[in-house]
């Protein structure tokens, strides 16, 4: 099993730019695909982005691409999500996720408490 805990968020006016951070703890860790979901007010939860643990390939929703990067930490016990350009659409909280596959695609088991990120016009 492994532990999430995110922080980073805030808010910002649109068009800035924000980092997310997931620290996470497990004995196997850097064998955990990781990934970044959102969930705004009436809204159902939404993938955000994912990297294999495998490769490191990476996955994006259309929504986000070209303006969000995943990214994992040297020491591989942390992973982030680099915003740039937001959107006030963007504004959700934001949850770290960690599935044992391989692939980008899940499932994801273990999840983080959740970063609120709010987006002004």
């Known amino acids: 099993q492994v532990q999430l805990v995110e922080s980073g968020g805030g808010l910002v006016q649109a068009g800035g730019s924000l980092r997310l951070s997931c620290a996470a703890s497990?004995?196997?860790?850097?064998?955990?695909?990781m990934g970044w979901f959102r969930q705004a007010p009436g809204k159902e939860r939404e993938f955000v982005a994912a990297?294999?643990?495998?490769?490191?390939?990476?996955r994006y929703a259309d929504a986000v691409k070209g303006r969000f990067t995943i990214l994992r930490g040297t020491g591989a016990s942390t992973v982030y999500l680099r915003m740039n350009s937001l959107k006030p659409e963007d504004t959700a909280v934001y949850y770290c996720?960690?599935?044992?596959?391989?692939?980008?695609?899940?499932?994801?088991?273990?999840w983080g408490q959740g970063t609120q990120v709010t987006v002004s016009s």
């Open positions: 497990g004995r196997t860790f850097n064998r955990f695909t």
């Open positions: 996720a960690a599935s044992p596959s391989s692939g980008t695609t899940g499932p994801f088991g273990s």
């Open positions: 990297i294999s643990w495998t490769d490191g390939t990476r």
